[in-house]
């Protein structure tokens, strides 16, 4: 397993060691005792989540307000999406900044998401279907939105024409009006 970093330091892309021959592969898509020696810090999982998407479905930008915020390790086991993360953390050199990475099924490539950043994510393929792991349990009363398209975000999405969006995503709220971390 790789650790990389991204421009926003504490997202990270988790790269694994694929062992391929004729036969096909084999790669270690989690070991506690690695993941936590790569992003510095103690992690406990409580929850798997199993999502599928169509081609042009955008999800997000989701994240949970304390006290039960969730990090998230995402996966895309089936096709390809492009996976943004959005640093909401006032107190960060970073706020208000994103990044993302196209996760495939091809790459095996995995990204760390913590507390603190918004996620989404758009399908680049017919249909891709998502792994992802999270540190506390979803409370919807807790959960909020932050509009996809948001101009002062400025998402560079790889997207031609309008994506799909769910009722919930349409009617997010904007940036300038969300509730943020400290």
Not at 11 to 29: H, L, Q
Not at 144 to 149: A, D, F, K
């Amino acid at each position: 397993m790789h650790v990389i970093n991204m421009a926003i330091p504490d997202v990270k892309i988790i790269k694994p060691t694929v062992f391929r021959d004729e036969r096909g592969f084999f790669f270690e898509s989690f070991n506690q005792k690695k993941f936590e020696e790569g992003i510095g810090r103690k992690v406990e999982f409580v929850q798997d989540n199993h999502s599928r998407s169509s081609k042009g479905v955008l999800r997000g930008l989701h994240y949970q307000l304390p006290p039960h915020a969730q990090g998230k390790l995402v996966r895309c086991v089936i096709g390809e999406v492009f996976d943004v993360a959005v640093d909401i953390r006032r107190s960060s050199p970073t706020f208000g900044k994103w990044v993302g990475i196209a996760l495939s099924a091809e790459n095996k490539r995995q990204l760390w998401i913590p507390e603190g950043f918004a996620h989404g994510f758009l399908t680049l393929s017919d249909e891709a279907e998502l792994l992802y792991k999270t540190t506390d349990y979803w409370f919807k009363e807790l959960e909020q939105s932050i509009y996809w398209n948001d101009s002062e975000l400025k998402i560079d999405w790889p997207l031609q024409g309008t994506p799909s969006l769910s009722s919930k995503d349409l009617q997010a709220g904007y940036f300038s009006t969300a509730q943020f971390f400290n």
